[in-house]
């Protein structure tokens, strides 16, 4: 028997009324990545991808290219650049590459009460599955330690036993409060019998709160935000992709309310946000709020049911907060409706005004296109992903990437809000320049001509001066973007994060080709662009050298985005660094009569094989 989920109409799931979706009775079936329909393929992060078999996660064999000794070494720093994860390389086997190494999809907060206290976040994938890691440091980011989330299992209340273990883990964000607690939000989830005999498939969200130690520890066990029961392995429900925010505003009236939004997937084909709050530093959750619903705008719902209104294709939400109080989601939506050989979607905004207990209709910020179909454009790679491909006829560059919304109040005018987001057509690259859009593939990804050529993503900026209620500039071809630096203009930015410091400047980090060869390499460097009047920029190289394309995951998973944290003076861009080199067990080594030594190899879309590490720099605000 399948499991139905039920409604209230003022948006609350019935069945989380205690933070619970109730397990099904079906019998146990594998259940993967390739049970999901056209659009949840599409919308599903890529975590969950990875962890449910939708990305090559291992290598068929050793790394393309010959062997050459090493020495084994586990630097801090790249130049001025800092390592935030502490830990060395594991030397794993080439067809798990990636697995017990890779570090990405990072998130970043400073404390609002202590500058020098700062904590990120990120997928660490150090015990071979994915987990949720966090660094801190107490030195405004001079150097780092590790701290250990004690999320190995949680109460199993909701799951028929004393606890519930945990498989994997991961697509985490922090926050403070205003009272110096620190909160990390982690994803948890079990794979079923694609990875072991274990039909379970629950999954589940927690946060953890870190009081007195500035992030060095977490409570135990992690309180429930939302938690799914699939002990029997029905497979037919996803937790997929939430974030976290905290409302550290002394003048709010929902003071240190906790904010965590998410999105569903479920086995009618739909997609939709949800929020809940703690009014309580964590310790307990509302029951789930619908974010996206009913409008105008949403005129394309696939010919798939409404449970919870037409607005029933959406991902990537992003919650932050306004100093009155006010609540804003913003997330990418797949609903408006488009004639070929138009691609493009929108960003929508929700707000509300009574501490996540209910949202206003959504309002368009604007339309954008996300990135282009992979496989299509670089010989056959990551079939179903976008990725951001290099100019020229080089295929490196394969990771799957999607364009999403990252939004932030100005305190000095708490009027304006700001939302930036990615665009694959904008004032820069549009039918003037040869980039034109074509339609969608069959795995519904976006199809150009001009890629490789003429096309480039750009960082667009949304701007509202009403508090949300409209914003100016909706279309990425005439709209103002972040990204105005000379060599921007015909090179790719993506996966930015922004946030306003407490005196109105705008900052935002992103990764960024403007530099050297990175355009026509695939390779990448981070850009900090700052703003006073969310209008003109200035522009900060943070990355000391560039970094290659990630080989990891065989070069397809470098995690979904990347964020930034600041103070009055200074930008903390956190980002998954390729610079390290990755190392092998040289062949014919660890042997009866040849002891084991490391080596480094090429690898299919890099001359050398390499890590992902997570590393930050201090970037002045000026």
């Not at 586990?74 to 798990?96: A, E, S």
């Not at 976008?386 to 708490?414: L, M, Q």
């Not at 900052?507 to 969310?534: C, E, K, L, M, P």
Request: hydrophobic share 35%.
């Amino acid at each position: 028997m399948r499991r139905t989920i039920t409604f209230l109409a003022a948006g609350s799931l019935v069945a989380l009324s205690l933070n619970v979706v109730t397990g099904s009775t079906a019998a146990a079936a594998p259940f993967g990545y390739a049970q999901l329909n056209t659009i949840q393929k599409r919308l599903v992060s890529g975590l969950l991808a990875a962890e449910l078999g939708g990305v090559p996660t291992a290598r068929q064999a050793a790394p393309a290219g010959a062997f050459r000794r090493t020495t084994a070494t586990c630097t801090d720093h790249v130049g001025t650049n800092v390592k935030v994860n502490q830990n060395c390389l594991n030397i794993t086997d080439p067809d798990l590459q990636g697995r017990a190494q890779a570090q990405n999809e990072t998130w970043v907060a400073v404390d609002p009460n202590n500058a020098n206290h700062v904590i990120a976040s990120y997928n660490d994938y150090r015990r071979g599955d994915g987990t949720c890691g966090v660094s801190y440091s107490q030195n405004a980011g001079k150097t780092w330690a590790d701290a250990t989330t004690p999320n190995g299992f949680t109460r199993g209340t909701a799951f028929g036993g004393a606890r519930q273990y945990w498989q994997a883990g991961g697509d985490t964000s922090v926050a403070w409060d205003s009272r110096g607690n620190a909160y990390l939000s982690c994803q948890v989830f079990l794979r079923g019998l694609v990875a072991s005999a274990n039909p379970d498939q629950s999954s589940a969200f927690y946060v953890y709160r870190s009081t007195g130690t500035n992030g060095a520890s977490f409570n135990f066990p992690g309180r429930p935000v939302a938690e799914h029961n699939d002990v029997a392995g029905a497979g037919d429900f996803l937790l997929d992709k939430q974030l976290l925010t905290v409302d550290n505003s002394r003048t709010s009236p929902f003071r240190d309310r906790v904010y965590v939004t998410w999105t569903t997937f479920a086995a009618d084909g739909t997609g939709y946000i949800y929020e809940a709050y703690s009014a309580d530093y964590g310790e307990s959750f509302s029951a789930p709020v619908l974010v996206s619903s009913t409008s105008a705008l949403c005129d394309n719902t696939f010919g798939l049911p409404t449970p919870q209104g037409t607005c029933n294709e959406n991902q990537f939400s992003q919650p932050f907060t306004a100093p009155d109080g006010t609540l804003y989601v913003t997330y990418a939506n797949f609903n408006n409706a488009v004639v070929a050989p138009e691609n493009r979607n929108q960003i929508l905004l929700s707000k509300s005004t009574d501490g996540g207990a209910s949202f206003s209709p959504p309002v368009r910020v604007g339309y954008y296109n996300d990135l282009p179909d992979c496989a299509t454009y670089q010989n056959g790679a990551d079939p179903g992903r976008a990725c951001v491909p290099e100019k020229g006829p080089s295929a490196n560059s394969i990771f799957r990437a999607s364009n999403y919304p990252i939004g932030a109040v100005d305190p000095t005018h708490p009027s304006r809000v700001v939302v930036t987001y990615g665009s694959y057509l904008n004032r820069n690259s549009n039918e003037t320049t040869g980039c034109t859009p074509a339609g969608f593939s069959a795995a519904g990804t976006n199809l150009y001509t001009g890629v490789k050529t003429t096309c480039n993503n750009d960082i667009v900026l949304s701007v509202s001066t009403n508090g949300g209620a409209s914003f100016v500039n909706t279309e990425p071809r005439t709209a103002p973007v972040v990204t105005t630096a000379k060599g921007q203009a015909r090179s790719d930015q993506f996966f930015q994060g922004a946030a306003y410091t407490p005196n109105g400047a705008l900052a935002v980090s992103y990764y960024d080709r403007q530099y050297g060869s990175d355009s026509n390499t695939g390779f990448s460097d981070i850009t900090v662009s700052q703003s006073r009047n969310a209008s003109s920029f200035r522009h900060d190289r943070a990355t000391t050298s560039s970094m290659p394309p990630p080989t990891q995951f065989n070069g397809t998973f470098y995690g979904d985005y990347a964020a930034v944290a600041v103070t009055n003076h200074t930008a903390y861009p956190v980002w998954s660094d390729t610079r390290p080199v990755d190392l092998f067990l040289c062949p014919g080594t660890g042997t009866t009569t040849t002891p084991p030594a490391v080596c480094q190899a090429g690898a299919a879309n890099a001359s050398v094989a390499n890590d992902q590490d997570i590393y930050t720099v201090g970037v002045p605000i000026r």
